[in-house]
């Protein structure tokens, strides 16, 4: 690691290789770089690793004011404004040890500061104290060697000299409330930012590098971010998504749990919740409470044996999403929570993926054997088709069972079909068909109905199973059937 005479804080080279990994995805690091270093020296490869270093960092190794060089002066008055902001540190609370977040927030940062420092005249380039340090340096070196002069070593000192008055006239003249004011700005700008892209990123199944969908690259999660951003639908989607995805990860998390509820036998255990009235009764005793909690402890005591059936080898998802016109408005935003929602479902149990949309034909397609695959950038191309056309069922279910049938990757694959039903009864001469043929693959599918009943029969005769949701801002019937089985 090594540390410039200019240096407010001590920049391990880890953290420089971060910062130059999200550089390299994000433009707009050297973007700042450049509009820094216009006004001051050693902005870029100075201040902003800095200011990640500080963002990313446990404990900052900050240098002490009275060893930092002449060429610190207008960095080192930057460093002391920030850390005189709470916001500053609540802000470290968000990013700290995420390369991601550090990196957004010290962007934010060096481009509000480099707007608010004031321009340079025309032609002028800003004092460089450190440079004209280095420039003396060698001169004395070759003056003992006889290869320089007095003379232009005390003129190169001369100049290190005004380099460092100006850097010091450059920082005493600073506005103080104009600085705080662009660091309060972008320290918002960054929280907001960070917010969106994790809401993105988790709707998404995304992380920065130890969530489960894997990691998604800084200028994809920010472009996602900023087309969610503009987009109240897709905010609406993400929003519900991320509850239903809550409500996936409750249920799995007690899927174990509540099938283990048939007793099969008596063994030695530690649950007190399963131990045998002879025990229990043991509890109560001034005597014998002792000896029981003992056997408790040591896994000894006797209690009842639990077993039960789980589907445990859990198949492919393949979503069939109804995108007719009738699905227009809260139905489709709520469909599509449905399909990120059970994308997050694959991708946490390592289960194949498939989306169908269709109205009278298939629309679009997604096939992923492995879920972990699916891209942001496919499941956005999804959501982006809006509803329009009549409805077919055959359409879907057989395309759903062609996935089936002619890819290894899907075979006994859950069906789920999403849809409002509204639809003719000429546009179902198939179900009988369509059933026997999942029956035949070990397909299960199942309907989820929104809104009227209407429909509700021409579903069934495709469906295994048929959950109705009549009001989609609330958890329903529907919600257990396609989180609670598949």
Known sequence: ?????????????????????????????????AAGDAKVAGFGDGFVPEVYHRLFAETPNEIPASERGAGAAVRSKLHDLASELPEFSTLRKQTRRDPMWSGIAATAIGQSIASALPARKPGDAPPDAEAADRVLDGLQDLLEHGAATEAQVGKAAGEAFAAAEGLAEQASSLS??????????????????????????????????????????????????RKVKNSRKLQQIMALAGRLQATARAKRATRSQFARAEVSGVEQTGDVARLLPTEMAGLGHAFLATDVLRKVMERTALGYRVAGKEKLARGPIVVALDISGSMAGNKDVWAKAVVLALLDTARRESRGFGVILFNGAVVAELRAPKAATVTPEQILDLLAHEPCGGTDFDVPVVAALDFIEKQAAFIKADVVLVTDAEIGGEHVAGAVTSRARADKLGANVYGVLIGSTRGEAALKAYCHEVARIDDVSRDTAATDLVFSKI
Do not use: W
């Open 1 to 33: 690691m090594t540390t410039p005479r200019e240096s407010c804080f001590q920049v391990p080279d880890f953290h420089r290789t971060l910062l130059a990994e999200y550089a390299a995805q994000t433009p707009e690091v050297a973007k700042v770089a």
């Open 176 to 225: 103080e409330s104009a600085v705080r004011s662009a660091l309060r700005a972008a320290i918002e700008s960054a929280q907001d930012s960070i917010e969106e892209t994790q809401k993105v990123m988790a709707a998404m199944g995304c992380g920065t590098g130890t969530d489960a969908g894997g990691k998604m690259a800084p200028n994809v999660a920010m472009a996602l971010a």
